[in-house]
């Protein structure tokens, strides 16, 4: 197993290219089961959250073939309707072809995928919109079985805004007879890129972006070829990192325009975050970082998965900040973590006050998750000597080669074996 070992007290300078976003690659991927044909990809991320889908897929009979960021995937032939718990277990995102299964082939059995670090995450919602839309669904021996001859139009409202589910409903929508409209929809910029790439491939959808999402389904679609937005998290993340260090970098083909909420943040908290003419931005960390409060939201508002990074910035900052968590209930677990490191940070619920403190101090720390991972490794950066960051499969999961990247930066990172 690896992990990532830190010294300290870099200023990172210099620039980067944000790589093509998870979490719009992932029911990109599904969404080829929907139809005939070979899609072509491009800017796909090397990561193992990006392996597993595929996984997925071939498992399903879908042919992958992968040129370093590009992507082919024949989606002509499916021979399996299932994706078992052996695949699914490792990313709860593998539900994501319950819908488009559903919908191509009338039938579909999927693992449930169970817990989860940072909360329980139910699919309830998914279900509860397939069987509106006819789909007839039971749970045995851990797995949902769902048929229906043909999906049809439904309305739907979700009680709360959820991502998978938006994008998995949508994805059945597609090829079910009428219409479906889905309210209170998540708005995330994910959402509206796989909404892009339905349209393209031949289905009728209005609203994605909006928290009322229409769908008119469609007799069938076809094959499609797209690059893949940047990962606004990675971007997000990044500029954490030059405000710890006090840095100075570029990050190329940043997605700006979908990162409001966080760089205003970033920018309360003394941060210079300007757009350049060629579409890369430029990050500057100044000195003295401001306590800035913060409450995850849906997008628009702040996001879940910059949470972590943004506590690890609030750890070095001058005075007292809150950090609220509203989406998943237990995702301070890191805060044990940083706490190692020096931190000042009492939990309150889901709320984390953080007294800033003069400096961190390196330390052996585990990584529970994708972004905690991520917040250690900022936290390293920032912090006086050495800091080890052990179960970095989680990183592997989300960021493509994030300490490469720090590296190219300037960062004094390593990748090494556990136990050298």
């Known amino acids: ?183 209170n929809a998540a708005m995330e910029p994910e959402v509206v890129e796989l909404a892009n790439v339905l349209i393209k491939m031949g289905a009728k959808i209005k609203g994605a972006g909006t928290r009322l999402i229409e769908i008119e389904g469609v007799d069938e679609l076809h094959p499609v070829e797209h690059r893949i937005i940047p990962d606004r998290i990675e971007a997000g993340t990044l500029m954490v990192a030059a405000g710890l260090t006090k840095g100075n970098i570029r990050l190329i083909d940043c997605p700006i325009d979908h990162m409001e909420a966080v760089i205003l943040k970033l920018r309360d908290s003394g941060m210079e975050i300007e757009k350049e003419g060629d579409g890369s931005v430029r990050v500057v960390g100044n000195r003295r970082i401001r306590s800035v409060d913060v409450k995850t939201q849906p997008y628009p508002g702040f996001p879940t998965d910059m949470q972590a990074q943004f506590m690890a910035l609030m750890c070095l900052s001058r005075g007292l900040s809150v950090i609220s968590e509203t989406i998943f209930e237990n995702r301070f677990i890191h805060v044990s973590e940083l706490r190692r490191m020096g931190a000042d940070i009492r939990i309150q619920g889901n709320t984390a006050i953080i007294q800033g403190v003069d400096h961190l101090s390196g330390a052996p720390v585990m990584a529970t998750d994708l972004r905690a991972s991520a917040s250690l490794i900022l936290a390293g950066l920032a912090a006086e000597g050495i800091t080890e960051v052990s179960r970095v499969y989680h990183l592997d999961r989300g960021y493509e080669g994030l300490d490469r990247k720090l590296a190219q930066l300037g960062a004094n990172i390593r990748r090494v074996k556990e136990g050298e």
């Open 1 to 183: 197993m690896d992990k990532i070992v830190i010294v300290g007290g870099e200023r990172l300078i210099g620039e980067v290219e944000i790589s093509g976003s998870k979490n719009a690659t992932l029911p990109i991927f599904a969404s080829t089961i929907l139809n005939q044909g070979e899609n072509i990809f491009h800017n796909v991320p090397n990561l193992k959250d990006v392996e597993t889908i595929g996984k997925v897929l071939r498992n399903l009979g879908i042919r992958i073939e992968a040129e370093g960021k590009k992507y082919k995937i024949d989606s002509s032939e499916i021979l399996n309707d299932e994706a078992p718990y052996e695949l699914v277990k490792t990313m709860r995102a593998s539900i994501l072809v319950l819908g488009p299964l559903l919908a191509r082939r009338g039938r579909a059995t999927v693992s449930l995928p169970g817990g989860c670090a940072i909360g329980a995450r139910p699919i309830n919602l998914h279900l509860m919109g397939l069987e509106a839309m006819g789909a007839k669904i039971e749970l045995s021996r851990g797995y949902i079985e769902a048929k229906a001859d043909r999906l049809r139009g439904a309305s739907i409202s979700f009680d709360i805004p959820t991502v998978t589910g938006t994008e998995n409903l949508m994805m059945a929508a597609t090829l079910a007879k009428g219409k479906t409209v889905l309210q």
